[in-house]
C-alpha cells in the first residue's frame, strides 16, 4: 500500500500571505490529523477529520484550518501567516476508529519569511 | 492536564551498548501509547501500539513496555542506523478523536 503523502514538500512565503498544504491518506484510511512540529513546542495536535467532518481540534487560532474532501484527502489552510508558523507540518492518517495507529506523511517543511 | 515526558533528552551510545529510554504520562485515561522514530527532516516513522499495562511488543533490536505509569523502550545491542529521535505519543481516553499528544523525544545517537 502507498504511505502518506503530502504536497508541496518544501515552501517559502511571506509574512501576511496564505498558504493550503495537501494530504493524501493511505488508501482505505478515512481519518485524517494534522499536526505542527517546531524545535521548541514538539509535536502539537492541530485538528482532526473523518469522513469530511471536523471531530477535534487542538488549541491553534482560527488562522488555521482544514477540510476534508469525500475521497478523504485533506487540506489545511493558515492565513495571514506570522514567522512563528514556520515549522514541519505533518499529517497522519488511521482507519478512523479509536486506538488505533496514525501513519504519518513524510511532512511539508514551511519558512515564513 | 495531560503529560508526557521523556527522558533522557539525548543519549550517545557505542554500537552494542544497550540501553533504555523512558516515557512517563499522567492522563485522566489511556486508549493507546504510540512508539514512533524520526529520521532527520523526515516523518514519524510508527514502530509499536501498547494499550494496556503488561503489555510488551518486540522488533529486531527494540522491545517496548507498559506500566501503568510510564513506557520504556528498550534498545538491545544498538547499530549506527538506529541513530535517531525516538518519540513516545498518549492517546487520552477523553476527547481523543485523531489527537496524540507527544513527548519532546529522545535523540539517540549511535557511534560505531
Known amino acids: 500500500k502507498a504511505g502518506v503523502t503530502q504536497t508541496p514538500r518544501y515552501l517559502i512565503k511571506t509574512r501576511g500571505q496564505q498558504v493550503t498544504l495537501s494530504c493524501s491518506p493511505i488508501s482505505g484510511h478515512r481519518s485524517v490529523s494534522w499536526y505542527q512540529q517546531t524545535p521548541g513546542q514538539g509535536l502539537q495536535f492541530l485538528f482532526e477529520y473523518f469522513s469530511e467532518t471536523q471531530r477535534n481540534k487542538g488549541n491553534f487560532p482560527g488562522r488555521f484550518s482544514g477540510r476534508q474532501f469525500s475521497n478523504s484527502r485533506s487540506e489545511m489552510n493558515v492565513s495571514t501567516l506570522e514567522l512563528g508558523d514556520s515549522a514541519l507540518y505533518l499529517c497522519?492518517?488511521?482507519?478512523?476508529?479509536?486506538?488505533?495507529?496514525?501513519?504519518f506523511g513524510p511532512g511539508t517543511r514551511l519558512l515564513v519569511l | 492536564e495531560d503529560q508526557v515526558t521523556q527522558s533522557p533528552e539525548a543519549l550517545r551510545l557505542q554500537e552494542g551498548e544497550s540501553s533504555s529510554l523512558n516515557c512517563s504520562y499522567t492522563v485522566s485515561g489511556l486508549r493507546g501509547l504510540f512508539w514512533y522514530r524520526q529520521d532527520p527532516g523526515k516523518g514519524p516513522e510508527f514502530l509499536f501500539t501498547l494499550y494496556s499495562a503488561g503489555e510488551e511488543k518486540e522488533k529486531e533490536r527494540l522491545k517496548a513496555t507498559l506500566t501503568k505509569k510510564e513506557s520504556f523502550l528498550h534498545i538491545t545491542a544498538p547499530k549506527p542506523e538506529d541513530s535517531a529521535t525516538y518519540l513516545c505519543?498518549?492517546?487520552?481516553?477523553?476527547?481523543?478523536?485523531?489527537?496524540?499528544?507527544f513527548g519532546a523525544g529522545t535523540q539517540v545517537v549511535v557511534t560505531p
Open positions: 505519543a498518549v492517546q487520552p481516553i477523553t476527547d481523543s478523536w485523531g489527537k496524540f499528544q
Open positions: 497522519a492518517s488511521s482507519p478512523g476508529r479509536t486506538q488505533e495507529t496514525q501513519y
